[in-house]
């Protein structure tokens, strides 16, 4: 269903309940050239995303689920959501903060992944409330996870707000949280990218170019390992538009079985509010795609596990048919004092903000 909002004002529906009988709202928000996003309230996620091609034809560029059961099924590896309380993996699912221990779910092998298991950010219904004004159209979710929540300390507040402006075709979205006791905190959105189309075979022709001159190693566990290695000489070396498939059967015979790794962006201008992390390029249709952060990584993620399980109107979602551009803090920085600090303090504001923004190229070669 594609769904432009011709300037109208943003839209909710009901798109239906969970299993536990809440009701979950879908929201819609877009701009005239039929640009748009639908954003539910399960888990604050990216149900949809319609984009234009070269020929200006629109295709959701998004995996999920028609419905909510979807969403609650096994199939669902995250597409689409809001990821946290602290996204990736925390090692063995422990930390300490001001010599307190902390124990969390272990759902990842040994480690602890995307929050936990019941009530992770992902799982539980946000509230929601729709702007819009001649600048453009605005969602903005809120969650109150209270203090001990899937093992977290503090009450935490959370907003995320998806804007699309009247006069781009950009989504963007801002994160902010505050908290009354200090407490990790690293949020992203989960969504999985076919700029075919969803539903299209694999992502192996899509073009990426990561602004990243380094990574972090991690152990076979995909826990860094504290080092920040240079990417120059090795199969994760995207600073010049690389094609995904190019070298992706040596990254798969490791750990990681493909791609899955944090890069550590390079330092924004003085001057800039946010740092162009990644372009992505579909050769096939034309689209193109910048991802730009505030935040510090971006884990690019090759849609590995996906195993053809059944997403929107039947299709089928093979492996590495779609893509993950994750930005966050890097992975298991709450048990290293060197990567970038996670914690937040009572008082102050945790502000995150990346905007993804979309435009066509003529040729592959062309990520200008
Ligand atoms: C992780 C992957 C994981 C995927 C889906 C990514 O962020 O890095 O290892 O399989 O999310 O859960």
Not at 311 to 324: D, E, N, P
């Amino acid at each position: 269903m594609a769904s432009g909002t011709s300037g109208a004002e943003p839209k909710v529906e009901t798109f239906g309940k969970t299993k536990a009988g809440e009701t979950v709202e879908i929201y819609t928000i877009g701009n005239e050239s039929g640009f748009a996003a639908r954003i539910m309230t399960r888990g604050a996620t990216l149900v949809n995303l319609y984009v234009p091609d070269r020929d200006g034809k629109l295709a959701d560029v998004l995996l999920g689920f028609d419905n909510v059961s979807g969403y609650e099924s096994e199939g669902n590896q995250y597409f689409g959501c809001t990821t946290g309380r602290v996204c990736n993996r925390i090692a063995r699912g422990k930390f300490s903060l001001d010599g307190k221990d902390y124990t969390l779910a272990i759902n990842n092998d040994a480690n602890h992944l995307h929050g936990g298991v019941e009530r992770s950010l992902d799982k539980v219904v946000w509230k929601a409330k729709a702007f819009s004004s001649d600048k453009g159209q605005s969602v903005r979710l809120t969650y109150t996870s209270p203090d001990g929540e899937e093992g977290y300390p503090g009450n935490l507040e959370i907003t995320v707000a998806f804007f699309i402006p009247a006069d781009r075709n950009t989504l963007n979205i801002s994160y902010k949280a505050t908290t009354d006791a200090r407490t990790p905190v690293n949020l992203t959105n989960h969504a999985y990218f076919n700029l075919s189309g969803e539903g299209s075979e694999t992502v192996l022709n899509h073009r990426l170019r990561l602004n990243a001159d380094h990574y972090t190693p991690t152990d076979d566990t995909l826990i860094p390992t504290g080092e920040i290695a240079p990417v120059e000489g090795t199969d994760l070396d995207f600073r010049t538009l690389h094609r995904i498939g190019a070298r992706i059967k040596s990254v798969g015979e490791t750990a990681a079985i493909g791609y899955d790794h944090n890069f550590v962006l390079n330092e924004r201008a003085e001057d800039a509010e946010m740092t162009l992390a990644a372009v992505l390029v579909d050769p096939a249709s034309g689209r193109r795609m910048r991802v730009m952060t505030t935040e510090p990584g971006i884990q690019f993620y090759s849609g590995n596990f996906l195993m053809g399980q059944e997403g929107k109107g039947l299709k089928t979602y093979a492996h590495r048919s779609a893509l993950c551009l994750e930005t966050q803090h890097y992975p298991d920085s709450v048990n290293h004092p060197d990567f970038p600090s996670t914690i937040l303090n009572p008082g102050d504001v945790y502000e995150s903000k990346t905007s993804y923004n979309f435009g066509v190229v003529e040729s592959q070669d062309n990520d200008k």
